[in-house]
């Protein structure tokens, strides 16, 4: 397995020591039907709190998503990382503004996701301009614009 399993993080150095987790894309490629996500590099609950979490073998917590990939594999999926986050609210708020944006709920002929996080805390960590270019960037090349 690659350092960073099947995720593609082309143009990102991860720090999976250092940043809490990342927001993901994962793009269906035959569709185009996509799904934004994020993932912890640790475990944050009992009994694996700290530990290294499963982020390189990680699909989805979408069930519905984890099936698609089970029946057609995972070759015909692109797993992306769109930016690491250092704080937990930056992280959440990430994800979320990245649903957001792409007016996620009202679009369910080009996105797998059903279900956006609400947001209740206080985020110190701002989407980052990278994140920004990197969601803009796939969000074109799997035809999709924003």
Known sequence: MSETG???????????VGAIGFVYLIVEIETNKKY???KNFKGRGKPNKGQVSNWKSYTSSSKYLQS???EKG???FAFIILEQYY???GLSFAETWSQV???I??????????FIDKVTWKVTEPVTEKHKKRLKHYMRKYKYVI
């Not at 099947?6 to 999976?16: K, N, R, V």
């Open 6 to 16: 099947h995720w593609i993080a082309q143009g990102l150095e991860l720090d999976p």
């Open 36 to 38: 934004i996500g994020k």
């Open 68 to 70: 698609l990939i089970k």
């Open 74 to 76: 995972a070759d015909k």
């Open 87 to 89: 704080t937990l609210g």
């Open 101 to 103: 944006t792409l007016e």
């Open 105 to 114: 709920p009202s679009k369910n002929e080009e996105f797998i996701n059903r």
